[in-house]
């Protein structure tokens, strides 16, 4: 037995040892526990994409997150962003979140947004929008009915703020890119006619690797804004900025 039948002065001693053990294992079960924490996992999923020959792409490349939706919380953290997208008409719907984010974000001094849409003054991009998107739901798209969307967007972004940098792009884009000061989200479109369906966004941040993802997606996203012109030069959109 762990306690003899002798006197108390030996019990008081194997009771001091048996609490210090439990001291011990427990100390070592939380040391294991952090180590774990901070290193086993790391080096079991690097082992894990070893064994299946894709660490050293999925690292040279830059991605490092997925999610099933727009990162919300970076709003809170950036004092710049970009976004290229296909009709953002999520964005200014009055009952979403994006729209309350959007606000919030440029009421703060200091903060700079831009957003990039397609063209839609363009005869040629707007052809092209209905050869990529030729129903909005289960309703045909026409070129006037393009046109309107866009409009709307824009004055709905307008409708926000006037300082949020509208850009209206010479060409179709295949995904959508939102920056948020220099990490960017690489959302690719759906040609699944559900408005409910989760879009996955994939996160990519800067390694200072050559020919990386994330350098990709940076050098691509300058090349659009280099072809795109602002908004407020549109002498359609005129009226849009004014009211």
Same mark, same amino acid.
């Given at each position: 037995?762990?306690?003899?039948?002798?006197?108390?002065?030996?019990?008081?001693?194997?009771?001091?040892?048996?609490?210090?053990?439990?001291?011990? =294992?427990?100390?070592?079960?939380?040391?294991?526990?952090?180590?774990?924490?901070?290193?086993?996992?790391?080096?079991?999923?690097?082992?894990?994409?070893? =064994?299946?020959?894709?660490?050293?792409?999925?690292?040279?490349?830059?991605? @490092? $997150?997925?999610?099933?939706? @727009?990162?919300?919380?970076?709003?809170?953290?950036?004092?710049?962003?970009?976004?290229?997208?296909?009709?953002?008409?999520?964005?200014?719907?009055?009952?979403?979140?994006?729209?309350?984010?959007?606000?919030?974000?440029?009421?703060?001094?200091?903060?700079?947004?831009?957003?990039?849409?397609?063209?839609? @003054?363009?005869?040629?991009?707007?052809?092209?929008?209905?050869?990529?998107?030729?129903?909005?739901?289960?309703?045909?798209?026409?070129?006037?009915?393009?046109?309107?969307?866009?409009?709307?967007?824009?004055?709905?972004?307008?409708?926000?703020?006037?300082?949020? $940098?509208?850009?209206?792009?010479?060409?179709?884009?295949?995904?959508?890119?939102?920056?948020?000061?220099?990490?960017?989200?690489?959302?690719?479109? =759906?040609?699944? $006619?559900?408005?409910?369906?989760?879009?996955?966004?994939?996160?990519?941040? $800067?390694?200072?690797?050559?020919?990386?993802?994330?350098?990709?997606?940076?050098?691509?996203?300058?090349?659009?804004?280099?072809?795109? @012109?602002?908004?407020?030069?549109?002498?359609?959109?005129?009226?849009?900025?004014?009211?």
């Amino acid at each position: 037995p762990i306690i003899p039948q002798c006197g108390w002065g030996v019990v008081v001693q194997n009771i001091v040892r048996i609490i210090c053990l439990l001291i011990s =294992t427990i100390a070592s079960i939380i040391l294991v526990s952090i180590i774990w924490e901070f290193v086993g996992k790391e080096d079991f999923s690097n082992e894990l994409l070893q =064994t299946m020959g894709m660490s050293k792409n999925v690292i040279d490349s830059g991605i @490092t $997150d997925y999610k099933k939706s @727009t990162a919300m919380s970076c709003f809170l953290h950036s004092s710049r962003i970009e976004m290229l997208l296909a009709f953002g008409e999520s964005w200014v719907d009055e009952d979403s979140e994006k729209m309350q984010l959007l606000k919030d974000f440029v009421a703060k001094a200091g903060r700079k947004a831009i957003i990039i849409l397609p063209d839609f @003054t363009s005869d040629k991009v707007v052809e092209a929008l209905l050869v990529k998107y030729p129903k909005n739901r289960s309703q045909l798209n026409t070129a006037d009915s393009i046109k309107d969307r866009l409009k709307n967007v824009v004055k709905g972004f307008w409708a926000i703020s006037t300082s949020i $940098d509208i850009r209206l792009y010479n060409g179709v884009n295949s995904a959508s890119y939102f920056f948020f000061d220099e990490d960017c989200y690489f959302s690719p479109y =759906t040609h699944i $006619d559900d408005k409910n369906i989760a879009i996955p966004m994939i996160l990519v941040q $800067d390694n200072n690797k050559e020919k990386s993802f994330y350098e990709f997606c940076k050098k691509d996203m300058k090349n659009i804004k280099n072809e795109s @012109t602002q908004a407020q030069e549109k002498v359609e959109l005129k009226e849009c900025y004014e009211n």
